[in-house]
T-cell receptor
Framework: GQQVMQIPQYQHVQEGEDFTTYCNSS?????IQWYKQRPGGHPVFLIQLVKSGEVKKQKRLTFQFGEAKKNSSLHITATQTTDVGTYFCAGSKAAGNKLTFGGGTRVLVKP | DSGVTQTPKHLITATGQRVTLRCSPRSGDLSVYWYQQSLDQGLQFLIQ???????AKGNILERFSAQQFPDLHSELNLSSLELGDSALYFC????????????FGPGTRLLVL
């Protein structure tokens, strides 16, 4: 079955630094979504990417969908304590297919 | 507020017992998903219902069952509970069959003693 892997599992970042987390699928995806779960909270939708090579930005967050539509990345610049949480990617093989979530990257920010 | 509601928020019970978790999806959403999240773990997909019918099944134990009612709310039944069933159970909803944005409820935290 479809597998979605995220690396790293944990990311310790110094406040103010940049980092990137990666998402890789075993199959080609029709779309990829990113979610953020704050500590003690529930996953919240951040963004969806659909086109090959697509890049979208949300303030300090940059999301990219790979050319082959099998991988994605999330880059955060100038990390802040508000970025703490777990970031999940989730992909779907086709419209109407369920989303498969990756294992998440847990981000801890050192002030 | 995602528009998805879950009750109860917290549940403490004993091994061997049975509990029912309830979820009301966002207005207009036809799909409901159930996930299990153990401490500091990822989201384990359990099951999806679409418009009252089972649509997809994940790693759901035989002791667990779910259903979606005509008003589209869903219930997850957990029976013969074990210590390892202690976890956060999330319900999510989406507009259609799948692949689109999922909106998560606040979760039910289950503690089995």
């Amino acid at each position: 079955g479809q597998q979605v892997m995220q690396i790293p599992q944990y990311q310790h970042v110094q406040e103010g630094e940049d980092f990137t987390t990666y998402c890789n699928s075993s199959t080609t995806l029709s779309n990829i979504q990113w979610y953020k779960q704050r500590p003690g909270g529930h996953p919240v939708f951040l963004i969806q990417l659909v086109k090959s090579g697509e890049v979208k930005k949300q303030k300090r967050l940059t999301f990219q969908f790979g050319e082959a539509k099998k991988n994605s990345s999330l880059h955060i610049t100038a990390t802040q304590t508000t970025d703490v949480g777990t970031y999940f990617c989730a992909g779907s093989k086709a419209a109407g297919n369920k989303l498969t979530f990756g294992g998440g990257t847990r981000v801890l920010v050192k002030p | 507020d995602s528009g998805v509601t879950q009750t109860p928020k917290h549940l403490i019970t004993a091994t061997g017992q049975r509990v029912t978790l309830r979820c009301s999806p966002r207005s207009g959403d036809l799909s409901v998903y159930w996930y299990q999240q153990s401490l500091d773990q990822g989201l384990q997909f359990l099951i999806q219902y679409y418009n009252g019918e089972e649509r997809a099944k994940g790693n759901i134990l035989e002791r667990f069952s779910a259903q979606q009612f005509p008003d589209l709310h869903s219930e997850l039944n957990l029976s013969s509970l074990e210590l390892g069933d202690s976890a956060l159970y999330f319900c999510a909803s989406s507009a259609r069959l799948g692949g689109e944005t999922q909106y998560f409820g606040p979760g039910t935290r289950l503690l089995v003693l």
